[in-house]
Every structure is written in structure tokens, then in C-alpha cells.
């Protein structure tokens, strides 16, 4: 074999390539000097001294060296057309022993590894004879590289992967990317090899021209006739015109362009898929980017692939067109006119591009998708095996962002001249539509057709949806409507990916987590149970991503789902279902939230997490049985259970403070009960009870803890410890009254039921009663009764801090306020800052953070940091703004806030204050109106002790 003479630039473009798919130097520099046929035959021994003794088909080892004599007869021929040194066919030779080292170890890996090579050798042309005077042409010249590189790429790929897979059984996982690359590779060579066997066979005839020359004549016409490959035609079949009308998408533009782009180099089909839910505008895009590109591609075709009969429709037609269809015979057969197509794109020097639209069906794609290597092909596709199992790309397409949307819709209306209005209802709109463009492109034809305002379209819509989802735009090429656009979807779907999608339609769109499903679904049943199992649920999810029909957040696990597919899927669903699936997942949701209405179990911070989880989807549920038209009697056939789960959520949402969407939400709860004796009732209004008290409305407070107290006796019996809960409601009720010898009497007797039952919510009733004895004035027994509670044992700052519980967070506020009380300031003035960083960490900016906030200014004050504390008090102003229930601490900030103005001689600054502390106390508790200015009046509107 010649080894010394020079190789062409197109070599070490091959060579380059190889280093590539390396991926890295140290995989490079490790192929061996191996540097033919022979060398590698002689390393086997080696090989096999590294390979476990009980594999017994090592040996067949030496079984390759025929089929490795197909690669030796390929490289002879690279070697006398052009010459190969040793750097190229150590690339094959050192490759494949490389290869084989690395498989060593494993006998399934090494067996796999010696078919492929044998199966790879074996797709190699077949030269019968090797001439010295061969000549070469540029086709043969180019085949021959194409078929070396993709010897070479494939071996590196190999390589590559058995260094990141050192693992067996990883390996062993993964190996199926191995097969469908090299089921690829082999296509390639073959289809490569056709061309270097018929190049060569022609070679070796025109060495005997007058013995060959009618038969060189016929195969050269033929040749001309099949390929067209020395005419350069222009043509398009785009079905639409271009849309004047299209927005945005210049990242998915620009992501098309970069995988098309026809000046960049590739040995292989460039190709991208653009994968989302139906609607999404993927048609849009593809039609954009053709008529972008008319004048880099000379030939644009673009074909409707629903299905194999419009493939073949279409491709039919574009034979036609092309003039490859000869006859009549020819006129009439599809899989002809895709055959021709095929073999014209491999052979032509047009730059072409193919357009598959709305391809979702994988089988019949496959048999029309190009074998050329040269070209760019963009499909679109709902289905994610589609889009990713032939395409080199793909890329998702997502619905607009509310802005996006909006400027769709403007251009959709044709409206020229747009006001801030306009804008802002646009905006509405879109966000109402979920972004989704088809939405935004049908009803802004709507609008315009019937010269609507943009403000007066949604009520309309509320009340019209079906009619107006029905329609399609005016002059639109689009053949699905709203109503339409994902029956294609629905219809293939199984049993239970049907189920997954009914129950999803009931939860809020976004953030839908899998833990709700599998652990929530938990005594579903009812054809339900696949849910707790997460392989299976997992099949029933593939299912929707595959067509696009939900989305999946990588990092979270958690399920999207668009709201208007969700609308679809429910209007499918008679009544009775609908309940059903309603019911199904107020089951799953209450799983994410304690109850409290049988057991004394205080704070649940630990539960906070999947609370979180759940609370948007509780939200969508009362949202969508708010707007029935008959009533939530009609959305659910289990109203108890749904009460349960309003009322368990408002527990939740009255640790996070969020008093008002609490209140709204346990009164649906009240008003759905029937049963007003049930321990589930008496938990409902003394929530209610509850969330009167921390917003220092106690009066009103103590009538639903009395009659919460009678339901438990009556329930549970007056000796349950779950009474005592309510006796320390009770308390702090008449303590927050200023009723103190009521509270006492009522605490004492709460300590004594949990002594006797040993309940561990002792502490809670110790703590309670210590906060009664400082306000009696008595704040060294307040401490001894504090010390009593078995979790503050040792009694340090640190106790406090590593609760991590809110209640304990008052408890670090009561110590700090006893020890004021004491006179021990600095102790005190130590502690505040510490409850006020817990608290606010926990919770947020919210009452309890403004109420130890105002502790620590006048703690600060009382040191004379007159500018420490204003800032805090300001802060507090600042703060209370943000919420409803911010008032009494706002009011109480800005007297605070007005003395010290005063004493330091800014008067204007300190009526300022004046008049806005009196007027929130006006308006909250008008009775107090004529108190006098001083700290105890505003006092009155906030708790003695926020726990």
C-alpha cells in the first residue's frame, strides 16, 4: 500500500471532523500506531490476555479478520487513488483497536462491539478488481471521503461513549443509542457506496471505451435523465401566501437559520424539527422562514405530512412539477413520485429545501424522508417522537409572553393607531388566551371583523366562548378552529393518558406537581389507580408530551398545561364526569394540607412546602365552582369533602397570615356545610374566630371559640385534650378584652386537662399563660411559667432560633417583652432583633414582623436611638401598606412615629403623623375616636401578644 504520498485538503478535513467527535486531545492522542490490517490482527492476542477467562467467545476475535478484509480492500483503493499515510489509516486501524480494548471488559459489550464492526465492514462497496490506473473523478473522489468519514466519525462516536460509560451497567442502559447510530452510519455507507461502485465500474470501462461505449452512452444518459444534475432550476410549491400579519418569533427564526444555514458546511442532511402543542403557530414560522429564504434556496418544497396519503398527494404533485414523472403510469403512483423525488434530491446540485408541515405520523414520514446528504429539511410536528427521532434538531415552540401576544393581536386587528387602553386591554387579552397565537389570530379577526372595542371583547367572550371558538379567522389558510385544533390529539390517546389530561383540566396551568398526583391519588380508585404507581403514571404523561398536549418544567418535574387545552378537555366531559374528576382532585389536594379539625396539632410548618404546592390548584377549584352557573352543588357530588378541603387550606393560608383570602375561603367552606354539629364545622369557625382575634377584633372573636368549645364537648367528650385548645382560644379572647380573671380561670383549666392527658401541647397552654401573668404585671412568675414548657429546655437564645416553628418565634417575643418588664434592657434589647429576624425570615413582611419590629424601635427608643427607631417605625409604614391587615400596626407606627417628631421640635412632621394615626383609627375602630393621643389608645388596635 502507498503510505508516502501527500494527501489532499479533503483528508484532513475528514481527519478534523474525526477529531471532533472525539471530543477531546487524550482520546486523539490515544489511538495507537496501529497502522494496518496485520498490526491489528496481532494485537488480538493482547486483547484477549485482558479479557475475563470465562468468556469463552473471546476467540471470536479472529472472526473478523475476513469481514475486516472488505475495510483493507476500501483503503487500497483510498490508498492508490490518492495516496494514505499513517495518520489516516491509523484512524481506522487504531480506532478499531482502541474499540475493542475498551469493550474487553465486558462480554455483551464486546460481542455487540464486534457485530457492529462486522456489520459496518460489511456495508462497504465491493471492488472485484484494483487497477493501478484507476483513474479518479471528483464524484468518486468525493464518495470516497464521505464513505472514509463516516467509517472514521462512527468509530469515534464509539469510542467516545465507552469512555464516558466506564460503568457496565450504565453502559449496558445506554447501549440502544449505540445500534440506532450505527443503523444510521450503515444507511449512509450504503447509499455512499452505491455511487463509488458505480463510479469505479465506470472507470474501469473507459479504460475500454470502443469495448464499452454504447454502454457507457446508455449510463450516462441515464444518469443525465434521473439526476438533473447539471440543471439548476428554480421552484416552490409554498401553499400560502406570505403572512403580512406575522409577530415575533425571531428566536425561533434565528435558531432555524443557524441549523439551515446553507453557506455552512456538513456532511450530513441539515435538518430541525419544530415540536409544540397544536396552534402554537409552527405552520407560521416555516412559512416565514421560506419566504426569508427564496433566495438562497433555488428549490423550496413543501409538503403536507398528516398522513401517507397526503405525503404521496404531495409528493406526487411536486414530481410532476419537476418533470420527473414520465409517464402515464407514473402520473398515477405515489410511492413512484416519492421514489423520484428521493433519488432526485440525492443526485441534484440544486440547493433545496424541504418543508414536512404538520408531520405526526413517524412511519410515513420515514418513508419519504430524504436519504441525500446534502440539502435542509424543517418539519413541524405536535409529536415528540417525530420531532427528535430524524431530525439532527428540534426545537420546542412555546405560546407567547403576554406582550408578544398583545402585539400579535394588535396586528391581527389592523389597528394603526394604539392608546394606552388599547395597549393594556390587548395585554389582557393575550394573557386571558394564554399567548397561544392561533387564540390571539382568530379573535382578533373577530374584533376586526365586527369593529368591537378591544375592552367591551372578553365579557363578550365569557359569554359566547363556544360560538366565537368555532370560528375561524377571516381569509385564514388554517383549517382548525379552537374548537378543533386538538381533536387529532384527543382521539389516539389511552384510557388512562385520557384520565391524566381530565384530571390536569381541573388544576391551575402552571406548576402542577407530580408529588400531588402519586401521593395525593393514594384510595382513588375507580379506574384512578394508576395514578400511584409512578412508572405508570409516567406512560400516561409520555403519552401527552408526546403530542404536545402538556409541557414539563425540567428542573421541577412539574406539569404545564395550556388553559384553553384544559377549557377543551372539560367541555368534553359530560356532567357526571366532570364531577367525578372535580371530586378526584379535591381528593388529591387535600393530601398537601393538615386538618385540623380532629386532633389538637397547632402550627404545621412542616407541612408548608407541599401546602404551597397545592394552594394555586385550590384556588383554580374555587374559581371554577364559582363561575357554574348552578352553584358549587353542580361542580362537585361530594360537598363535604370539599368544604374539608377549603377549610384545611385556610389553616394554612392563616399561618402565612394571609387573613382575608383565608376568611373568604373558610366562609364558602360554612356556607357549603350542612352539618353545623360536626367537628369539621366547629374547626371552621374557630379559624373564623381566630382570624378575628389577630386582627384585634376579640369581642367578636370569643362567640365562634364558645360555640366550637360546646361541638368538641358534645363530640368528644369534656375531658378530651382537644378541648383544651379550645378553652386557650377562650383565654386569649377575655385576655385581649382585658376580661384577665375569665382568662386565667380559662387557661388553668386548659393546663390542667393536657397534665392529665399527658398531651404534648403543654407548652402552648404554659406559654399562654405566661403571656396572661405579664399582663397582670407579674413578670418574674410570667418567666417561671415560660421556663415550664418542655421545649425551652436550657432556656437559651439559641432554644428559640432552632425551633424553626412560628409559634416559638412568640415565645422569643415574650421573653424579650418579661425581660424588659424586669428591667433587664439589655437582655431584652438582645432578644427582639433576634424574634424580629426569625420572624421576618419565616414570614415575610407581614403583621407579626411589623408587630416585633415596633417592639425592637421602642426598645430602641427607650436607649435613646431616636434615628434607629424612625427607621424602623418608617419601615413599619412602608411595610403595612402592602396588605390589608397592616392598618392597626400602620396607625400604632405613626403615633409612635409623631411623639418622636414632636420631642425633637418637627412639629409639622409630627402632625403630619397625627392626622393620619387618627383617621386610621376612625375608620377602624370609630369608637376610639375620642380617646385620648397617647400609646395605649392605638394599642387597642393591635394584639397584646400576636403568637
Not at 447539471?230 to 409577530?247: A, C, E, G, M, V
Not at 417592639?855 to 427607631?869: I, P, T
Amino acid at each position: 500500500m502507498v503510505k508516502d504520498r501527500p494527501s489532499s485538503p479533503l483528508w484532513h478535513r475528514a481527519l478534523e471532523q474525526y477529531r471532533l467527535e472525539l471530543q477531546g486531545a487524550e482520546n486523539y492522542q490515544a489511538i495507537p500506531n496501529v497502522g494496518s490490517l496485520e498490526e491489528l490482527i496481532s494485537s488480538f492476542a493482547q486483547i484477549q490476555a485482558t479479557t475475563p477467562g470465562s468468556y469463552s467467545g473471546i476467540n471470536s476475535l479472529n472472526r473478523l479478520a475476513p469481514k475486516l478484509k472488505f475495510v483493507d480492500d476500501f483503503s487500497a483503493v483510498l490508498a492508490l487513488c490518492f495516496g494514505a499515510n499513517a495518520t489516516l489509516t491509523a484512524a481506522v486501524w487504531g480506532s478499531i483497536r482502541l474499540i475493542l480494548a475498551h469493550a474487553s471488559s465486558a462480554a455483551d459489550t464486546q460481542r455487540d462491539v464486534l457485530d457492529m464492526i462486522e456489520e459496518l465492514s460489511l456495508s462497504l462497496p465491493r471492488f472485484r478488481i484494483y487497477e493501478k490506473t484507476l483513474p479518479p473523478n471528483p464524484l468518486l473522489q468525493q464518495a470516497l471521503v464521505d464513505a472514509y468519514s463516516e467509517i472514521i466519525c462512527f468509530y469515534a462516536r464509539i469510542i467516545r461513549f465507552l469512555r464516558n460509560n466506564p460503568h457496565l451497567a450504565l453502559r449496558k442502559n445506554e447501549w440502544q443509542t449505540c445500534r440506532d447510530d450505527l443503523a444510521i452510519t450503515v444507511k449512509r455507507i450504503k447509499r455512499i457506496s452505491s455511487t463509488i461502485e458505480s463510479e469505479a465500474d465506470m472507470a474501469r470501462m473507459r479504460k475500454d471505451e470502443g469495448r464499452y461505449k454504447e454502454v457507457l452512452e446508455l449510463l450516462s444518459d441515464m444518469k443525465m435523465g434521473d439526476s438533473g444534475s447539471d440543471k439548476r432550476i428554480q421552484y416552490n410549491n409554498i401553499p400560502f401566501i406570505s403572512n403580512t400579519k406575522f409577530s415575533g418569533r425571531e428566536d425561533v427564526l434565528d435558531r432555524v437559520h443557524n441549523a439551515l444555514d446553507i453557506d455552512s458546511p456538513s456532511s450530513t442532511l441539515k435538518s430541525i424539527a419544530l415540536f409544540g402543542m397544536g396552534g402554537v403557530g409552527k405552520t407560521q414560522i416555516a412559512l416565514q422562514y421560506a419566504y426569508q429564504n427564496l433566495q438562497h434556496f433555488e428549490v423550496v418544497l413543501w409538503v403536507a405530512a398528516d398522513n401517507p396519503i397526503a405525503i404521496g398527494q404531495s409528493f406526487r404533485a411536486i414530481a410532476n412539477e419537476l418533470g420527473l414523472l414520465k409517464t402515464d403510469d407514473d402520473q398515477k403512483d405515489a410511492v413512484a413520485a416519492v421514489w423520484k423525488i428521493k433519488n432526485w434530491l440525492i443526485t441534484t446540485k440544486t440547493t433545496c429545501l424541504v418543508i414536512f408541515d404538520n408531520a405526526d405520523d413517524l412511519a410515513a414520514l420515514k418513508t419519504a424522508w430524504p436519504e441525500s446528504i446534502t440539502g435542509s429539511v424543517l418539519l413541524t410536528t405536535r409529536n415528540f417522537a417525530v420531532a427528535t427521532t430524524l431530525a439532527a434538531q428540534y426545537m420546542q415552540v412555546d405560546t407567547f409572553s403576554d406582550n408578544d401576544g398583545s402585539e400579535l393581536l394588535l396586528k391581527a386587528i389592523g389597528q394603526d393607531h394604539t392608546t394606552a387602553s388599547d395597549a393594556e386591554h390587548a395585554i389582557s387579552i393575550s394573557r386571558a388566551f394564554g399567548g397561544l397565537p392561533l387564540a390571539l389570530t382568530q379573535v382578533g379577526g373577530f374584533i376586526a371583523q365586527r369593529k368591537l372595542s378591544l375592552h367591551s371583547f372578553l365579557p363578550l367572550y365569557e359569554r359566547n366562548s363556544a360560538k366565537i371558538n368555532a370560528r375561524k379567522a377571516p381569509g385564514s389558510d388554517y383549517e382548525h378552529t379552537l374548537s378543533t385544533v386538538w381533536d387529532f390529539a384527543f382521539k389516539d390517546l389511552s384510557e388512562t393518558a385520557t384520565c391524566l389530561l381530565n384530571l390536569l383540566s381541573f388544576f391551575d396551568p402552571d406548576g402542577i406537581s407530580e408529588d400531588i398526583l402519586l401521593r395525593g391519588s393514594s384510595g382513588l380508585g375507580d379506574g384512578l389507580s394508576f395514578l400511584t404507581d409512578e412508572m405508570d403514571l409516567g406512560d400516561a404523561a409520555e403519552e401527552l408530551l408526546q403530542v404536545a398536549l402538556v409541557n414539563r418544567v425540567r428542573e421541577s418535574s412539574d406539569f404545564t398545561i395550556h388553559r384553553l387545552i384544559q377549557s377543551t378537555a372539560r367541555k368534553r366531559l359530560d356532567e357526571l364526569y366532570g364531577r367525578k374528576y372535580f371530586d378526584s382532585v379535591v381528593h388529591m389536594l387535600c393530601w398537601g394540607f393538615p386538618d385540623h379539625s380532629n386532633v389538637d396539632i397547632g402550627h404545621q410548618i412542616s407541612a408548608w412546602g407541599r401546602c404551597e404546592k397545592c394552594i394555586p390548584h385550590v384556588r383554580r377549584l374555587v374559581e371554577l365552582a364559582k363561575r357554574h352557573p348552578k352553584g358549587v352543588a353542580y361542580v362537585t357530588n361530594d360537598q363535604p369533602k370539599y368544604a374539608e378541603l377549603l377549610i384545611r387550606c385556610s389553616w394554612y393560608l392563616y399561618e402565612r397570615e394571609m387573613y382575608i383570602i383565608a376568611r373568604e375561603m373558610v366562609e364558602q367552606a360554612i356556607d357549603i356545610i350542612k352539618d353545623t354539629k360536626s367537628l369539621g364545622y366547629a374547626s371552621a369557625i374557630d379559624l373564623c374566630g381566630l382570624i378575628d382575634l389577630d386582627l384585634s377584633q376579640a369581642a367578636r372573636a370569643l362567640e365562634p371559640f364558645t360555640r366550637a368549645l360546646e361541638i368538641r364537648k358534645v363530640e368528644l367528650g369534656s375531658e378530651d385534650p382537644f378541648i383544651a385548645y379550645s378553652l386557650n382560644n377562650i383565654a386569649l379572647a377575655y385576655t385581649e378584652m382585658g376580661e384577665l380573671e375569665l382568662a386565667y380561670a380559662a387557661h388553668q383549666e386548659a393546663i390542667d386537662l393536657r397534665l392529665k392527658a399527658n398531651s404534648d401541647r403543654i407548652g402552648n397552654s404554659y406559654s399562654n399563660m405566661s403571656s396572661l401573668l405579664l399582663r397582670l404585671g407579674r413578670p418574674d412568675e410570667a418567666e417561671e411559667m415560660l421556663a415550664r414548657c418542655p421545649s425551652l429546655k436550657g432556656f437559651t437564645d439559641e432554644t428559640f432560633i432552632n425551633t424553626g416553628n412560628p409559634r416559638f418565634s412568640g415565645d422569643m417575643v415574650l421573653l424579650s417583652r418579661i425581660r424588659r418588664a424586669q428591667g433587664r434592657k439589655v437582655e431584652a434589647l438582645r432578644l427582639a432583633p433576634k424574634a424580629l429576624a426569625f420572624r421576618r425570615k419565616l414570614l415575610g413582611n407581614r403583621l407579626k414582623t411589623c408587630d416585633s419590629q415596633y417592639d425592637v424601635a421602642s426598645m430602641l427608643l427607650d436607649e435613646d436611638h431616636s434615628s434607629s427607631a424612625i427607621q424602623l417605625l418608617e419601615e413599619i409604614v412602608s411595610i403595612s401598606e402592602t396588605f390589608v391587615e397592616g392598618e392597626g400596626q400602620r396607625a400604632r407606627a405613626l403615633y409612635k412615629l409623631s411623639e418622636i417628631h414632636s420631642h425633637m421640635g418637627l412639629q409639622k412632621e409630627s402632625d403630619t403623623c397625627r392626622d393620619k394615626a387618627y383617621a386610621l383609627l376612625a375608620n377602624l375602630k370609630p369608637e376610639l375616636k375620642d380617646e385620648p393621643f397617647e400609646e395605649a389608645t392605638f394599642s387597642k388596635l393591635c394584639l397584646w401578644m400576636l403568637w
